[in-house]
């Protein structure tokens, strides 16, 4: 069975994000989703996300076409969690083209167009300036 695996922190859930799971979950028959831990959005980003990692997990696990979910710990750990879940096909967004070239030697890597006009800090800016 073909399994791919795709990785996000999916924060404040938006057509983006939903439209990457489709893509990504058409490429085989097990779609398997990292989602990035809080601690992680913490050092990458230097904010925590809104939405807490249960809930992000909690809302991806119940996308349909996703299989799997687990915790993404470590942005360092691709290679492990492609091996662990046995993944043929690692998907993301264009914003990471190139980055995950290197996980070649393991499975197939593919990035898809990023959605456009939407993303979780614009969402957030939107939200703000509503007086
Ligand atoms: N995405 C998209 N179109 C958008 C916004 C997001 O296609 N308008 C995609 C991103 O390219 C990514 C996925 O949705 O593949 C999740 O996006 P984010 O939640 O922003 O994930 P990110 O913080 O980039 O974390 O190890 C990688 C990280 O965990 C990715």
């Given at each position: ?119 979780t800090t614009s ?9």
């Amino acid at each position: 069975m073909k399994t791919v695996i795709t990785f996000g922190t999916f924060d404040v859930f938006h057509i983006g994000h939903l439209n990457i799971l489709l893509k990504a979950g058409a490429l085989g028959e097990r779609l398997v989703v990292g989602i990035s831990s809080d601690s992680l959005n913490q050092k990458k980003k230097g904010r925590s996300p809104l939405y807490s990692q249960e809930e992000r997990m909690a809302i991806v696990s119940n996308i349909k076409g996703v299989d799997t979910v687990f915790l993404e710990e470590s942005l360092e750990a691709k290679a492990d969690y492609i091996l662990y879940h046995h993944a043929h096909v690692l998907a993301m967004g264009d914003d990471w083209a190139g980055r995950f070239d290197h996980l070649r030697s393991l499975c197939d890597v593919v990035y898809f167009p990023r959605t456009p006009s939407i993303s979780t800090t614009s969402i957030i800016e939107i939200a703000k300036s509503v007086p």
